[in-house]
Every structure is written in structure tokens, then in C-alpha cells.
């Protein structure tokens, strides 16, 4: 099993422009969520989905849009990135709906000029 | 709203000195207690958790944490460190399923890194 992946590992962005982080797993887990980890701040949940289809927000939703077609994937949008959105965004899965063990994928830096 | 406190935001221990991190939770339910670690360069991975049972719970690479119920604390601790232990490591709380088909929500502290020297 490759886990949880995530692509790319590095991204610049100018102010105003869209992009999509993309996250997939392969261990056929139900749950699927987003975090950014700022310095001091730990991780803080961005958007989490219980199943395909199913999708909410967590702590930090603003300016990131989420899908969820398929148990696989989990894709981030964000629509019109800003200079406050410069973080690691991890991806993480766990095998059922609830508070159990989270995977999580190796992180995608993001900075925003 | 629910919180996680990791009081020790960088600790620095010489080779084979015990460790102790501190954690405390914030929320009226019930909860699942969880220890991540972040090695350089490497995913967050669990260490340990506790859902119920013995508060005593063992973790992998010989750490441990104690639930404390009526301290809301869930510290971390290890006998002897070792300088392959120098990472970050995160306190996480969620609450615990209780069947409504609703996930819940992690919330994390803000981290404590640890740096052990030979």
C-alpha cells in the first residue's frame, strides 16, 4: 500500500490564483481530512468528509473548497489563494467515522506571494 | 469549544534523561487521547492513544502517557530518551464516536519539540 499520498510537495502561487491539492489513499478508509500546521499553531482542520459524498468543515474553512467522488480521493481547492494561506497542508485518512488512528500523507508546502 | 494544551514548546534533554510533556484537554465529553510525532523530514505518525480501559497506555519506541481524568491531562513520558528522539510531538483530542455517523474532529496543541543531545 502507498498510504496516503499527496501532490506536490511544493507549490509558489501568486495572490489571486487557484490551484488544487491533491490527496489519495489506498487503504479503502472512509474518513478523509485536511490540515494546515502553521508555525505555534499546531494543526488546525481545514475541511474533513465521512464518505464519498460527504463532506464538512472544520476549523479553518474559509477560502478552500473540498469534493469527495470517490473513497480514494479528496482533493483541496483553494479558489483565490492569499498571502495567509502560505502553510503545510497535510492529508489524513482513518479507517472508520470516528476519532481513531489518522494516516497522514507527507505534507504540501504551499507558498503564497 | 474544545482545546488542547501542550505547555512545553521546545525542551531539550541530554541522552539517556527522562521526559515528561505535558498535555491537557479541554472538553465536556467524553474523549480519545492521542500522541503524534513528526521526525525531521517525515509524515506526523501516531505514538499512542487511549480510548478507554487502563490510563496507563504504552506506545511504541518505549513511550508512555497517563489519562488523568480529573486533570483533563494526558502527558507524555519516556524513561530514558534517545537522540533518535528528537521530533515534534502533538497532543490531539477528539470526541469519542458515539454512533450518530458523524465523524469527529481532532483538534491538535500546538506541538512540543524536542531536541536530545549526545
Known amino acids: 500500500n502507498a498510504g496516503v499520498t499527496q501532490t506536490p510537495k511544493f507549490q509558489v502561487l501568486k495572490t489571486g490564483q487557484s490551484m488544487t491539492l491533491q490527496c489519495a489513499q489506498d487503504?479503502?478508509?472512509?474518513?478523509m481530512s485536511w490540515y494546515r500546521q502553521d508555525p505555534g499553531m499546531g494543526l488546525r482542520l481545514i475541511h474533513y468528509?465521512?464518505?464519498?459524498?460527504?463532506?464538512d468543515q472544520g476549523e479553518v474553512p474559509n477560502g478552500y473548497n473540498v469534493s469527495r467522488s470517490t473513497t480514494e480521493d479528496f482533493p483541496l481547492r483553494l479558489l483565490s489563494a492569499a498571502p495567509s494561506q502560505t502553510s503545510v497542508y497535510f492529508c489524513?485518512?482513518?479507517?472508520?467515522?470516528?476519532?481513531?488512528?489518522?494516516?497522514f500523507g507527507p505534507g504540501t508546502r504551499l507558498t503564497v506571494l | 469549544a474544545q482545546s488542547v494544551s501542550q505547555h512545553n514548546h521546545h525542551v531539550i534533554l541530554s541522552e539517556a534523561a527522562s521526559l515528561e510533556l505535558g498535555c491537557n484537554y479541554s472538553?465536556?465529553?467524553?474523549?480519545?487521547l492521542f500522541w503524534y510525532v513528526q521526525y525531521p523530514g517525515q509524515h506526523l505518525q501516531l505514538l499512542l492513544k487511549?480510548?478507554?480501559?487502563?490510563?496507563l497506555v504504552k506506545g511504541i519506541k518505549g513511550f508512555e502517557a497517563e489519562f488523568i481524568k480529573s486533570k483533563f491531562s494526558f502527558n507524555l513520558r519516556k524513561p530514558s530518551v534517545q537522540w533518535s528522539d528528537t521530533a515534534e510531538y502533538f497532543c490531539?483530542?477528539?470526541?469519542?464516536?458515539?454512533?450518530?455517523?458523524?465523524?469527529?474532529?481532532?483538534?491538535f496543541g500546538t506541538g512540543t519539540r524536542l531536541q536530545v543531545t549526545l
Open positions: 489524513a485518512s482513518s479507517w472508520d467515522r470516528g476519532a481513531d488512528t489518522q494516516y
Open positions: 487503504m479503502n478508509h472512509e474518513y
Open positions: 468528509s465521512v464518505g464519498a459524498g460527504i463532506t
Open positions: 472538553y465536556g465529553g467524553t474523549v480519545n
Open positions: 487511549y480510548f478507554s480501559g487502563d490510563p
Open positions: 490531539a483530542a477528539g470526541p469519542q464516536f458515539v454512533n450518530t455517523g458523524t465523524a469527529s474532529k481532532l483538534t
